[in-house]
């Protein structure tokens, strides 16, 4: 495969090169684009709060550029409950949906976050420890609907509590003296790409509501969840957010009577950071052994692990569609490699990284542009589920940097 004829990236080219005397590798998130892609989403959809994935990048500098947008927390954890209360958001802000949480993430969760039960053991579990606290919590559900992005049917998910659960159990939710349920969130799938696909689930989940708000009495919020895709490759177009935002303004408008009280989230990480973000390796040694070529860069799978999710894959699938296992997989074409190099020579290569295994493949016999030990290569759209997923620790080498390019020019380093 040859990605060198894919979709054109913004990056800061010059700044890599910079960085690259002094770093093998690391990460380089540039606020501009972050700001840029926030904005976007604020001019898109006013009147809806966002609210910022964290578990996509919780590199500190990302999550400050972002909550300085206006944008909440959508914790998948109490860690990141912890960042947002750190941040100063309040409890409205904070909005902890997660399966399986611990007795102690609901006690920590309790006085900094808006918890989301994702289950009906988990609403009971959220009763005692309110009761432990001697508080009132208001508290949201998240639902496993009865329809899908595509169908008018529900399926079955470790997340969330099925419709008709609900409906069934409010009447005994109701009776438990220190909770209310007031919200309702859903998120059924990331990284879609069809505006229109959005819009349907999106009328569907207003639907929803107005049932929920009468089972519930009342409905404080409404979180839409993700699924805003970023494009990986030349074939994928960039998502109509304009397009989506038109259609939430008129549903949020149609719905005003039966919807009175409900404040609408929507939860987004890729969309906010993920085409802000480089991965950027250095060449460390070049090869030809029985006669094919091989290139060595500096921590590929133990840096940015996408190349070898796709490469495994292929291994034992071929070539050909494979479907998404996001955020871990998102499709063959899901990363593009650019050598920094000026030469118009090119050469076939293997390229891999510089781990004591084989399984840190890049590309398999690739025509690419000639490099030589010393190149810069770079990884475009690592903004999002790139460090947060690879492997560091593997073999004790040393970890890449990641570093944030503020839009006034300068370079900051946080150890993280
Ligand atoms: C991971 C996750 C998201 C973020 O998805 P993106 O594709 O990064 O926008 C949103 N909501 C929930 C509940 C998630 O688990």
Do not use: Q
């Given at each position: 495969m040859n990605f060198m004829k894919e979709r054109t990236v913004t990056m800061n080219r010059e700044c890599i090169l910079e960085q690259a005397k002094q770093h093998d590798s690391f990460y380089l998130y540039e606020e501009a684009i972050i700001r840029k892609n926030t904005e976007q989403l604020k001019t898109d959809f006013p009147g809806v709060t966002f609210l910022y994935s964290v578990k996509c990048n919780p590199y500190p500098e990302v999550l400050r550029c972002v909550l300085n947008q206006g944008f909440g927390v959508d914790a998948a954890s109490l860690a990141e409950c912890v960042m947002g209360q750190k941040a100063g958001l309040g409890k409205d802000m904070v909005i902890f949906s997660a399966p399986g949480k611990t007795m102690a993430d609901i006690r920590g969760g309790l006085g900094i976050s808006t918890l989301v039960a994702d289950s009906a053991a988990e609403v009971e579990r959220i009763q005692e420890a309110a009761a432990e606290q001697g508080i009132v919590a208001e508290i949201g559900l998240r639902v496993n609907p009865d329809f899908t992005y595509t169908a008018d049917t529900g399926v079955a998910s470790k997340f969330g509590i099925d419709e008709q659960l609900i409906y069934d159990s409010m009447k005994s939710w109701k009776?438990?003296?220190?909770?209310?349920?007031?919200g309702l969130h859903a998120h059924l799938k990331s990284q879609e790409l069809s505006a229109e696909t959005l819009k349907g689930y999106y009328r569907n989940m207003f639907r929803l509501s107005v049932s929920m708000r009468e089972a519930f009495?009342?409905?404080?919020?409404?979180?839409?969840g993700s699924g805003m895709g970023i494009p990986f490759c030349e074939t994928d177009k960039p998502f109509d957010t304009t397009a989506l935002g038109a259609e939430t303004q008129r549903l949020m408008a149609e719905f005003q009577e039966k919807l009175p009280e409900t404040r609408f989230y929507i939860e987004t990480g890729r969309y906010a950071v993920g085409t802000a973000g480089t991965y950027v390796a250095k060449v460390v040694d070049k090869k030809v052994t029985h006669g094919k070529n091989f290139v060595l860069l500096s921590a590929t799978l133990n840096g940015f692990a996408r190349p070898s999710m796709v490469a495994m894959l292929e291994h034992f699938m071929g070539n050909g569609p494979i479907a998404a296992w996001e955020p871990i997989y998102?499709?063959?074409?899901?990363f593009q490699m650019i050598p920094l190099v000026e030469t118009a020579e090119r050469e076939t290569v293997t390229v891999t990284g510089n781990?004591?295994?084989?399984?840190?493949?890049?590309?398999?016999?690739a025509d690419m542009p000639k490099m030589e030990v010393g190149d810069t290569v770079v990884f475009p759209?690592?903004?999002?589920?790139a460090a947060v997923i690879s492997p560091m620790q593997f073999a004790s080498q040393p970890k890449p940097a990641q570093l944030f390019l503020r839009a006034d020019g300068t370079v900051v380093n946080t150890d993280f």
């Open positions: 009776k438990l003296p220190n909770i209310r349920i007031v009495g009342t409905l404080k919020f409404v979180n839409l998102t499709g063959d074409h899901s781990l004591c295994t084989g399984t840190d493949l890049v590309l398999s016999d759209n690592a903004g999002s589920y």
